[in-house]
């Protein structure tokens, strides 16, 4: 028995109100609009409110995506949150979540793959659709990295900003439309080179561990760039080849927005005009699983995105975690 595929059924994204811009940071590290815009692509970013926490910005994302799915809130029988920065190691985020939407004991958890959270979690959801597990899948990505960055790092605190994005996705009813493909891996051998070491089992909390600033983000910003490029690349391609179309089929590129010289690298190599690449790195930064939802919601928002168009995402994060999704909207 064939299966209908999966659809994105409906979108929806919230940014906090502050923005915090280039010129902010130059008054707190040694850094400048000029490093930050030419290196990075970026010129600002929003961050959280204080007492804002993660499910708090789901919450409003979800509504939103919600109501554009044009289905009730109950019937949303799946919450998967993407996050590398919950309100609390436990209970999840999504948990969280299903309380503040008032929904009824459904499943939901958080999904820890970093900046290709979200893209993980629609690929979980379309094998749980597909198999006839779920029906509405709440799939989100979420961060508050201004809480988890070293604010007197200039190498990594400049890179990131808050956020959440979210999706609905349920069984497509049209011949034609929903996934195409999916593509993802990850390679842990290569996870001291961007890390939060401390708050987990490996170094608890301690004096010592808040002293020395583990409970941040710890880059090697050379070395993730060059395998960044490498990934992002590989995740495109891929992506458009389990397809069977070719990069000349892809109407929207959403590509995960660590840094503008990585998007750069990676349309180049998989044939795909800029123009047809979603690009906002320079009003959101990096907000690791957010990413890519916020993007997806901004592009269907603006009429960048629209019914029968062909959407590719791909993604790269800490882990190292990668993937790739070509979907027929
Ligand atoms: N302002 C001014 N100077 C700076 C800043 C700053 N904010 N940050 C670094 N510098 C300096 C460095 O100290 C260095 O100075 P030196 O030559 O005197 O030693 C110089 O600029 C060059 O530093 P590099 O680190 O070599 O700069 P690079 O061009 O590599 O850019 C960056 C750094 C932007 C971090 C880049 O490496 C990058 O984008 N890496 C990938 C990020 C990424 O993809 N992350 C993955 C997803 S994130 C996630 O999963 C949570």
Known sequence: MTRNKTKIAGTGSYLPERVMTNDDWAKLVDTSDEWITTRTGIKERHFAAEGEATSDMVTEAAKRAIEDANIKRDDIDLIIVATVSPDTAYPSAGNWTQKKLGLGPIPSFDLGAACSGFLYGVIIADSLIRTGMAKNVLVAGAEIMSRVINWEDRATCVLFGDGAGAAVLNAANEDGQGILSTYWGADGNLGDLLIQPAGGSAIPASRESVEKKLHTVHMKGNEVFKNAVLRMQEAAIKAIELANLTSN????????????????????????????????????????????????????????????????????GAGFTWGGIVVKM
């Open 249 to 316: 089929d892809i109407d929207l590129y959403i590509p995960h927005q660590a840094n503008i010289r990585i998007i750069e690298a990676t349309i180049k190599r998989a044939g795909i005009p800029r123009e047809k690449t979603l690009i906002n790195i320079d009003k959101i930064a990096n907000i690791s699983a957010a990413t890519i939802p916020i993007g997806l919601d901004q592009a269907r928002k603006q009429g960048r995105l629209k019914k029968g168009d062909t959407l590719l995402m791909s993604s790269f």
